[in-house]
């Protein structure tokens, strides 16, 4: 499922770069590496979406929304705001065509909407805090997580894998199986198109996020460890 920017009819465009930048700088200062992060909106808008979903960067987002009928059926309620689940992503079928902006970069406009039902024990959100992560395509909704994935080759099967670099649930959002449908969704993705394994860090650290991984069905390889080369390091390269 990917995300980039939409068009309906002619002047109505909507861009998820804001909260996606958002959710990066969430995931970041969870991990303790907000010093790290460079992203930031006027980035993203340069450098996401350049190739259409699953063959570029692909991000996933999970939105809660409120309880509405639709052509899918029933979106969840649950008595505490009445809220829903939907992963938003690449639409089913021919590759979108590119859409060109203003500032030249081409973003893929292509959308594709799942519903889930789920059962929130959490709290309401204030206004203030909510407002920020607003869905641009509807204000009812507020999205509360995401996953940025890409395709990479795996030399050893001659195919492709799909690598999750960011997968982020907001705290007051946490242990409501929502990280589940997440990643569910992505796999689910993954397997229908044929990738050979989908592939992602942890931190040592976190424990909790491990055993969740684990109970999922994707053990930690105890025998791989991750090399960078970075910053000036890399950079020595140059000359």
């Given at each position: 499922m990917g995300l980039g920017s939409s068009k309906r009819g002619v002047e109505q465009?909507?861009?998820?770069?804001?909260?996606?930048?958002?959710?990066?700088q969430g995931l970041a200062d969870y991990e303790g590496a907000s010093?790290?992060?460079?992203?930031?909106?006027?980035?993203?808008?340069?450098?996401?979406?350049?190739?259409?979903?699953?063959v570029g960067t692909t991000?996933?987002?999970?939105?809660?929304?409120?309880?509405?009928?639709?052509?899918?059926?029933l979106v969840a309620s649950n008595g505490v705001g009445n809220h829903g689940v939907l992963t938003i992503g690449a639409s089913k079928?021919?590759?979108?065509?590119?859409?060109?902006?203003?500032?030249g970069a081409a973003t893929y406009s292509s959308f594709h909407e799942e519903s889930h039902e789920v059962n929130l024990t959490c709290a309401e959100e204030t206004s203030a805090s909510a407002a920020p992560y607003r869905s641009p395509r509807d204000k009812t909704r507020t999205i509360v997580g995401f996953a940025l994935c890409f395709p990479r080759y795996v030399c050893y099967m001659a195919r492709n894998a799909l690598f999750i670099d960011g997968l982020h649930v907001r705290e007051a959002f946490r242990r409501q199986g929502l990280g589940t449908?997440?990643?569910?969704?992505?796999?689910?993705?993954?397997?229908?198109?044929?990738?050979?394994?989908?592939?992602?860090?942890?931190?040592?650290?976190?424990?909790s996020a491990i055993k969740f991984y684990e109970g999922m069905g994707a053990p930690v390889m105890p025998n791989l460890l991750t090399c960078?080369?970075?910053?000036?390091?890399?950079?020595?390269?140059a000359s």
């Open positions: 465009t909507f861009t998820f770069f804001g909260v996606v930048n958002l959710l990066i010093k790290d992060c460079h992203a930031t909106e006027s980035a993203l808008n340069s450098t996401l979406f350049q190739q259409p979903p699953f991000v996933f987002l999970l939105e809660l929304g409120p309880l509405l009928e639709s052509p899918k059926g079928g021919k590759t979108p065509e590119p859409r060109v902006p203003a500032n449908i997440l990643l569910t969704t992505v796999a689910q993705q993954a397997a229908k198109r044929g990738f050979a394994r989908v592939d992602w860090i942890v931190e040592d650290w976190n424990v960078r080369l970075k910053g000036d390091n890399l950079g020595a390269y």
